[in-house]
Each structure stands twice: as structure tokens, then as C-alpha cells.
């Protein structure tokens, strides 16, 4: 077992010549959170993936080990305990066998990844597929639809669909050996980055689940939209060394390399530019969305529930992964 130490966080910094980055302050401007339960799940969270038929050797129990899921769920869910917190640490393991799965298994067929898809997708409803990564997003998604409202359940369901159908055109880029386009690999990463079901389970986990009204308010899109813009920057620049080795060419890194001409040094700086520049919009539609005239016509509690959903979901998503991404060993050659 590894220890369940909480690890110390790297800052994003300056590149260097050779293109690394240099320590830097910590650039994101919320507190650093982890659930207090956090050994406890690390210590008890193989059992999941186990129960489905995964992990049945001591190599797929130490590679599961160290993606340090516990970690980015505990950062993710920092109000979670139990089997709440459970949830959340079983929905970052599914997330990454799905992934191993289409790296190592599907991931070069279109039509293998979509016969995948299909399978798994039917466990949006609560089905069950006889084959393991199904039946364990099943379990999950049970799980986690139970005692939610239908806002929540409807809205979630289209995030998960949108997840999984993305990868088929990842499939068809890996087929072909035809890298992506800037435009084409953003809005494929969108979705295939996994934000939207990491604040959907936030809602639930920290108990500030919107209403539609609520949910669609055009600053929270902004939001939303700038967390994802953000992690896909950071998780790209961490992995850059890694999918560079295994000749893995759709990362923003070197899609901005190849788009714009530029060197990998160049290309590095653009993405933390891109990066800085998502949270200044993000922390610029959070200020608008709690000044006056953006609520004026809400009620004292539903601001309330908006203040605590922009904290309790979409700032922790967006901490939790850059912690977890300067912390974790999977993204290391």
C-alpha cells in the first residue's frame, strides 16, 4: 500500500529553455482542500474496481495505485466522508480504466471504442452490461443519481453521453494518424477531459445541487466553461512529456506547435498564457455574478446556493485538479 501522505503541491511557473517550467508562486487563488477522510478511502478504495473483475495482479493493483485517485477525489469532494466521499474516489478509478482501456485495448478502432461506448452507455440509465467497465459506470451512475432530482439527473445524463461519444473521434485521429486541429482537438476536449461529471457529482457531494434556472445563468456558463479551459491547459503541459514519448500527438501543446509554427518552448508558454488567462475570466464572472445587479431578482437562498456551488464545486474542481496534476506520478515518463 502507498502512503496516503497528503503530497506536496508543485506551482506552475516559467519555462525554461529546455522547456520545463520553474517553481513558481501558486498561481490559483483558492485554498488548497482535502476531505478529512481521505486515508481512510485511499485505503479501502481498491475493493471497487476489484468487485468488478479488475486489478488481478499485483502490476494493474500498483499502476491503479499510482494515478493517487483518492487524491483528486478527497481535493475534488473536500466536504465528503464515507460512502459519499466513496463515490467520488470510484468515479475518478472508473474514469481512468476507461481510459487505460482505450489506450491499451480500443482506442485505435472508431468502431471498437464506439461498440464500447454503446455498452457503457447504456449504464446512463441505470443498465447493466455484462462487460466490467459497464457494469462498474452502472453501479456508479446508480449511485449517483439516487435521491437527486430530475433537474440534476437529465442534465447529467447529457454530460456523460457527451464524455463518451467524444472519444470516438480521438479514435479516428489515432486510426488515421491524422493529429487534430487546434479548433478540433478543443472542442473534442471539451468533453473528453471529464470536467462536466466532476461538478455534476460535486453538486450532489457537497449538497448544492442547482435548478435549471439557476444552472444556466450565463456567468456560471462562463465559469464552467474557463474550468475546463484551464485544466485541459495544465493536464496537457503535465502529460506533455509523457504523450510525447508515446508518440501521442493530440495534445494542446503540440497542436499549438504545429498550428502556429512555433518551437516547444513557445508552445508551452501559449498554454500557460491560455491558462492564466482562463481563470482571469473565471474569477472575473465569479466578482459579476455576485454583484447586485446578477441576483437582484433571487431570494436569499438562492444566492446562497449559488455562492456555495461556485465554491463547493466549480472552485474545487478547478484546485483540485491542479494539486492532483503536480502531485501525481501518472503523467511522469
Known amino acids: ?3 496516503t ?3 506536496t503541491v508543485l506551482a506552475t511557473g516559467s519555462v525554461t529553455e529546455d522547456g ?10 483558492f485554498p488548497r ?3 478529512a477522510d481521505f486515508r481512510a478511502a485511499h485505503d479501502r478504495h481498491l475493493a471497487w474496481p476489484k468487485s468488478f473483475g479488475f486489478l488481478s495482479s499485483k502490476e494493474e493493483e500498483a499502476h491503479h495505485l499510482k494515478g493517487q485517485f483518492p487524491l483528486i477525489a478527497a481535493m475534488f469532494y473536500p466536504n465528503a466522508t464515507g ?3 466513496d463515490l467520488g474516489v470510484d468515479q475518478q478509478s472508473w474514469y481512468f480504466l476507461f481510459d487505460d482501456a482505450l489506450d491499451e485495448q ?3 478502432s472508431p468502431e471498437r471504442v464506439g461498440h464500447l461506448v454503446g455498452l457503457v452507455k447504456e449504464g446512463i440509465g441505470g443498465q447493466a452490461s455484462p462487460l466490467p467497465l459497464a457494469g462498474a459506470f452502472a453501479d456508479m451512475r446508480r449511485r449517483s443519481c439516487r435521491d437527486m432530482p430530475g433537474d440534476w439527473i437529465q442534465r447529467s445524463a447529457a454530460h456523460w453521453s457527451s464524455y463518451l461519444d467524444h472519444h470516438v473521434h480521438e479514435a479516428l485521429s489515432r486510426r488515421t494518424g491524422t493529429p487534430m486541429s487546434l479548433s478540433t482537438y478543443l472542442r473534442v476536449r471539451r468533453h473528453t477531459i471529464g470536467v462536466a461529471p466532476v461538478i455534476d457529482l460535486a453538486e450532489r457531494l457537497s449538497s448544492c445541487v442547482l435548478p435549471d434556472h439557476l444552472y444556466v445563468l450565463p456567468h456560471l456558463s462562463v465559469m464552467r ?3 475546463k479551459t484551464f485544466i485541459i491547459c495544465d493536464n496537457d503541459i503535465v502529460s506533455l512529456d509523457k504523450d510525447a514519448a508515446l508518440g501521442e500527438r493530440n495534445n494542446l501543446v503540440l497542436c499549438l506547435e504545429r498550428e502556429f509554427r512555433i518551437s516547444r518552448r513557445e508552445a508551452v508558454e501559449e498554454a500557460l498564457r491560455r491558462q492564466d488567462e482562463a481563470l482571469e475570466l473565471f474569477t472575473g464572472a465569479h466578482r459579476a455574478l455576485l454583484a447586485a445587479p446578477a441576483t437582484s431578482h433571487l431570494g436569499p437562498a438562492e444566492r446562497d446556493l449559488l455562492r456555495r456551488y461556485c465554491t463547493e464545486a466549480l472552485q474545487t474542481t478547478l484546485r483540485g485538479a491542479y494539486d492532483w496534476h503536480h502531485a501525481s506520478t501518472r503523467y511522469r515518463v
Not at 20 to 29: C, H, I, L, M, T
Open 225 to 227: 466553461e474557463m474550468t
Open 20 to 29: 520545463s517550467r520553474a517553481p513558481a508562486p501558486d498561481p490559483v487563488p
Open 83 to 85: 460512502d459519499e466521499l
Open 106 to 108: 480500443w482506442g485505435r
Open 1 to 3: 500500500m502507498t502512503s
Open 5 to 7: 501522505a497528503e503530497p
Open 33 to 35: 482542500r482535502i476531505s
